[in-house]
């Protein structure tokens, strides 16, 4: 049996075998070795209950050679003399609309330092976590926001006109002094980016006619969690006139950039568009971008 | 580079190089206000949110870009009014960026 395959280095022998016998097809070998490692390389055998992973292989020839056979598997360490649970309990929680949708509602807040959401993220400076952390204390948000969701209780369902709801999209263009490349025009030009304004990061150049660079520009974005995107805001006093906040940590490497060329040392910071919402009724934002993405395809 | 939030808890979001002091980008929310007309006109009403960009570029009147070395820490906070419980709020921060020395 090997234990492990492939290159490195050979390591001195630390099992000793303590049996080894054949009943019919099986052979049972009986392996025996101390828990603590051998050397630096060798591995330590855990002394605290829980699983170890292992691969196991078999090979058919006698010379050293690929396996014929071969498998992973997990070994489980159990105390022996006190009682303990087999299974680790796992918990799994869903959100349900109206009885007729299901949902896995599965969120990881990240602890500090990269945001406060876990540990200080109620936005009032006490030490709590952001509702939206846990489904247990999940309040609503864009887990609730799904297509025909009405964020309401059940009981109201009867309540909703069939209405259609009217809403607004105000977009900005900043108009160029130059010619993008995908568009030919002759003097002002809105270009490919509907929701992108636009500047010279790289002036033009006249002695060389070379014109300004709106090219190679790379969109970042990160959230106020590593993954959570939308979190509850809470007061200590409801009703008393408060300003809370809410802080990440993070850097220029994790800040979401993209396509970041290896040779590359920094980065120079331009500009975006900004979104506007005419209220902080989730559905009504989702639906807002929803419609501006449709629009960007659209005029694209 | 800009942030983005919701109305009508949104204050101001503030972006900070923690490791000079130095603020890259402040930005305070705007909402619709009776000296720009009805509170009723299309995107001036009460609560309704604009949030302007932080704008760099190298046109007069632009503050130069930012050009930061990889690594470099970040701070962003959000201040918000939470006298009220507010659900689904985002504090995010967005932008484009350039890598110097990237071709036309």
Known sequence: ?????????????????????????????????????????????????????????????????????????????????????????????????????????????????????????????????????HMQTYNGGLQCCAHKNFLTDLEQDSLIPNKTDTYFLKWRFVLATCCFSCLQCQSHCVCFALRYY?????????????????????????????????????????????????????????????????????????????????????????????AANFMWHARS | MTPHCHAPSCIREEIWNADTGEILCNVSAEYGRPEYGSLNEVFNEKDYVAIPPCIFGDQAGLQTPWTLPFGTNITAIKYLNNTYRHLGQMAQWTGLIHYPGDAY
Not at chain 1, 121 to 129: A, C, I, N, Q
Not at chain 1, 244 to 269: C, K, W, Y
Request: with cysteine.
């Open chain 1, 1 to 133: 049996m090997t234990l492990c395959a492939g290159p490195g280095d050979v390591l001195s022998p630390s099992v000793t075998v303590v049996s080894n016998t054949v009943t019919g097809s099986e052979r049972t070998v009986i392996l025996s070795r101390p828990v603590a490692a051998l050397t630096a390389d060798h591995y330590a055998i855990p002394t605290s209950p829980g699983g170890i992973n292992v691969i196991v292989a078999v090979g058919n020839t006698h010379d050293l050679a690929y396996h014929a056979h071969r498998t992973g598997a997990q070994l489980n360490l159990l105390p022996s003399k006190v009682p303990s649970c087999i299974c680790e309990p796992q918990s799994t929680t869903y959100l349900t609309y109206m009885n007729t949708t299901t949902s896995k509602f599965a969120v990881n807040c990240v602890d500090e330092p990269r945001s406060d959401m876990l540990r200080h993220g109620d936005t009032t400076g006490r030490e709590l976590p952001n509702a939206a952390c």
């Open chain 1, 198 to 290: 636009f500047q010279e990061y790289v002036p033009a150049n006249p002695a060389n006619n070379t014109p300004a660079s709106h090219l190679s520009l790379y969109h970042w974005v990160f959230l106020i969690d590593d993954a959570v995107n939308d979190y509850e805001e809470d007061n200590a006093h409801y009703g008393q006139a408060s300003m809370g906040r809410i802080t990440a940590h993070l850097n220029v490497d994790t800040m979401g950039i993209e396509n970041r060329p290896t040779e590359a040392t920094n980065v120079t910071f331009l500009v975006r568009d900004n979104l506007c919402f005419s209220s902080d009724w989730l559905c009504t934002a989702a639906k807002s971008l929803r």
